[in-house]
Nanobody, 120 residues
Framework: QVQLVESGGGLVQPGGSLRLSCAASGSISSIPAMAWYRQAPGKQRELVARLSNGGNTKYTDSAKGRFTISRDNAKNMVYLQMNSLKPEDTAVYYC??????????????WGQGTQVIVSS
């Protein structure tokens, strides 16, 4: 089995910063891509940032210039550094990973989510 465990959410004032972390564990052979999604109340889940193991990145427009996604492939971890946070960034943030298992299958996994609240 594979688990994704997020950490780092919390309450922050507008203009502040947070760093989210996500650790993947289990029978992992490789992780072609890791990403962060978010879901605000009453809204659909949306992609925030994605990073392939080849280094290709994709950001939603609202995150460009403020958020940075990075990976530690040796530790099977992905991070999201969020700066200049705005109230509209308030959401539950989910870690997502496309994982090649040791057994051979390629599957998509989700973490349980971590709440980010941006408020004064």
């Amino acid at each position: 089995q594979v688990q994704l465990v997020e950490s780092g959410g919390g309450l922050v004032q507008p203009g502040g910063s947070l760093r989210l972390s996500c650790a993947a564990s289990g029978s992992i052979s490789s992780i072609p891509a890791m990403a962060w999604y978010r879901q605000a109340p009453g809204k659909q889940r949306e992609l925030v940032a994605r990073l392939s193991n080849g280094g290709n990145t994709k950001y939603t427009d609202s995150a460009k210039g403020r958020f940075t996604i990075s990976r530690d492939n040796a530790k099977n971890m992905v991070y999201l550094q969020m700066n200049s946070l705005k109230p509209e960034d308030t959401a539950v943030y989910y870690c997502n990973a496309l994982i090649q298992l040791v057994a051979g299958s390629l599957n998509n996994y989700w973490g349980q989510g971590t709440q980010v609240i941006v408020s004064s």
